[in-house]
């Protein structure tokens, strides 16, 4: 059984560390994941716990617009729902927040995330050429109506 929550200070390590081992997952200072875990109404944090923690996302809303800023899940418990069950999640609560819509923009090559994204109800809005360093990479920009 897959339980998301919000997430909390004590996941930090932990998320950090995910993110260390993830390719594609950017890596934040513990300022800026500070700043994710202050009670802000325009940010929401999520864990999604299996038998332990399993993955995290993090979105910002502004207006009416939400962006997903960051989505991973621990390798060893891919491919079983995790990430699908914290977008569901999140839509829900950035919605609650004020959202009507949420915009993401992804790694051109990411094939996990881009099957997520889509088979979430996003749709591919355009790109930017070379928007990503090290490596280099395009991104794609993505959309999708919350109400
Ligand atoms: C992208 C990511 C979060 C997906 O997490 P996950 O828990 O494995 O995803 P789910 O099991 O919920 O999969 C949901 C859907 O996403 C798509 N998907 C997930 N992994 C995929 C893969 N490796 N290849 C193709 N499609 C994939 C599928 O459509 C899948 O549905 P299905 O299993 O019924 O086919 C995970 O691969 C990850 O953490 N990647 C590294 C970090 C990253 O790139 N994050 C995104 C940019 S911030």
Redesign the pocket.
């Known amino acids: 059984m897959i339980l998301v929550r919000a997430m909390e200070a004590a996941d930090l390590d932990w998320a950090i560390a995910l993110c260390a081992r993830?390719?594609?997952?950017p890596e934040w200072s513990r300022a800026v994941w500070g700043r994710v875990l202050e009670a802000d109404p325009h940010r929401v944090a999520l864990v999604a716990d299996d038998e332990w923690q399993a993955?995290f996302a993090v979105a910002t809303v502004v207006g009416p617009e939400a962006e997903l800023e960051?989505?991973?899940?621990a390798p060893e418990?891919?491919?079983?729902?995790?990430?699908?069950?914290l977008m569901a999640e999140l839509a829900g609560r950035v919605r609650e927040a004020g959202a009507e819509e949420m915009v993401l923009e992804?790694r051109a090559s990411?094939?996990?995330?881009l099957?997520?994204y889509e088979?979430a109800g996003f749709v591919v809005t355009g790109g930017r050429a070379r928007y990503y360093r090290d490596p280099v990479e395009d991104a794609v920009l993505m959309w999708m109506r919350l109400v």
């Open positions: 993830l390719e594609g997952a993955g960051l989505i991973a899940v418990r891919q491919r079983r729902g995790v990430a699908r069950a992804v990411n094939r996990a995330a099957g997520l088979q």
